[in-house]
């Protein structure tokens, strides 16, 4: 009986598997660079703790089990909970700001199509305990130099940047009640994936009021953050709000990356949590989902039961990110294949075992080595270790009786004899 792979998970084959360690490097070390520490947790949580805040939308997607005692458990559709949880457990001991990355393997029951996959790696970077503007802007940093490393540039990818903050406070000031702002962010977060008329009319049902909802239109049309205030009798947490935002992006000039930078009131972002700035990470063609996305969430610590410590973090999926560097051309010839310092070669069986001692020596001394099983014929040996990528070949044939091998570069195929030893004194050097 043939088993297929599950709906929506891949299998890492040795060349996806090169890919996906590509990817994870240019992550950790885009991380480390900026100063983040790399944290884990577990794959299995208590069901109950993406009910608390990360909203109706993961909620349906999560992957949920009981286990023999009862207990609701779901797998890890996101690790940010997880991370309110570790943080909180050690509040106190732990020095602020906290910048942690992660790269988790992620699950989510979503309808699989292109860049979005029922399992996926997603890189996290965070920093807890910083109220500071900086921080919302180091994430955005961060996460634009890893983008610029992998080759991208402006002309390829676009932060584009609200603030939830700013959209709550416009929403008041527009007459809109403060219970009901919650009901209002996943609609207006699906707006820019709705019909016009559809996303209307759902929008009066939640404000049925002529004047409001139609303020509420014009502000989902402001393309400048000067324009979001027009026609508005704006308050002073309003304009306070609206000059955070402002505070960022002159920020993020300082750092050098307002050319990737844009401000968009139509990001609302689906997750429940965050509070303040938020971001998602697109394509300029706009022809695929969000690369990655993230944004302020001073309280989800306490709401997992933890003190009122601000927070403020993104993160990156593995797959629409790969397709845009494939369009892009950006991944070959950078995604390392298989290599080897050296292919041991064995012209006859009868030399097998001074091979076999050649390679152990190698790897010993700490090189790349490999060798064939079976004894085939030199040419096949030779067409391998190319295949392998090895730099150079050596050859166990006649010479090994006077303690001899001959080493084959492969690039310039030349070729020298060397006495055994003195090859491995060369390679202490
Ligand atoms: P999110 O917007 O749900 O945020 O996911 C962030 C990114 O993860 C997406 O933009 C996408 O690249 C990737 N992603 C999400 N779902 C899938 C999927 N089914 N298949 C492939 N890739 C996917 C969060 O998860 C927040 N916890 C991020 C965060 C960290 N906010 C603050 N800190």
Do not use: H
Not at 263 to 273: E, K, N, Q
Not at 343 to 351: L, N
């Amino acid at each position: 009986m043939k088993v297929p792979a599950v709906k929506g998970t891949r299998d890492f084959y040795p060349p996806l598997m090169a890919r996906r360690n590509y990817l994870v490097d240019g992550w950790k070390a885009a991380a480390n660079r900026n100063g983040f520490e790399e944290y884990d947790g577990p794959i299995l949580e208590y069901l109950k703790m993406y009910q608390i805040k990360s909203g109706d939308e993961i909620v349906d997607q999560l992957f949920s089990l009981q286990d023999r005692g009862g207990r609701d458990l779901a797998i890890r559709p996101e690790i940010t909970p997880t991370l309110a949880r570790m943080v909180n457990q050690q509040i106190n001991a732990l020095p602020r700001p906290i910048k942690w990355f992660s790269v988790p393997r992620l699950c989510r029951a979503e309808r699989p199509q292109k860049g979005r996959l029922r399992e996926f790696f997603q890189w996290n970077i965070d920093v807890i305990g910083a109220e500071d503007l900086l921080a919302d802007a180091e994430v955005i940093c961060c996460a634009l130099d890893y983008l610029q490393s992998t080759g991208l540039t402006a002309d390829d990818v676009v932060v584009r940047i609200s603030s939830r903050r700013m959209l709550a406070e416009m929403l008041k000031a527009i007459g809109v009640a403060e219970d009901q702002l919650e009901s209002l962010y996943p609609l207006l977060d699906k707006k820019g994936r709705m019909a016009p008329d559809a996303f209307e009319a759902a929008l009066g049902d939640l404000v049925p009021a002529a004047d409001p909802m139609n303020k509420i239109l014009d502000l989902m049309k402001a393309e400048r953050l000067e324009q979001v205030s027009e026609g508005v009798t704006m308050t002073g947490p309003a304009q306070a709000s609206v000059e955070e935002l402002s505070s960022l992006f002159d920020l993020l000039d300082r750092m050098g990356v307002a050319d990737f930078c844009r401000f968009d009131i139509s990001i609302v972002r689906g997750l429940a949590y965050y509070t303040g700035v938020v971001f998602e990470i697109y394509d300029r063609d706009c022809e695929l989902r969000a690369l990655g996305g993230g944004g302020r969430y001073d309280n989800l610590l306490k709401q997992f039961g933890g003190p009122q410590v601000t927070a403020t973090g993104l993160g990156m999926g593995d797959c629409v990110l790969a397709i845009l560097l494939e369009e892009k051309g950006l991944l070959a010839g950078r995604v390392p294949t298989r290599s080897l310092d050296y292919y041991v070669a064995c012209v006859d069986k009868r030399y097998f075992p001074q091979a076999v001692e050649i390679v152990a020596r190698l790897r010993r001394a700490g090189r790349r080595a490999n060798l064939s099983y079976r004894q085939t014929g030199l040419g096949k040996q030779l067409k391998q270790a190319s295949e392998q990528n090895a730099t150079e070949v050596v050859i166990v044939g006649a010479e090994i009786e006077s303690q001899r091998v001959a080493v084959k570069a492969l690039a310039s195929g030349e070729q020298r004899v060397v006495a055994v030893d003195q090859f491995f004194a060369g390679l202490q050097a």
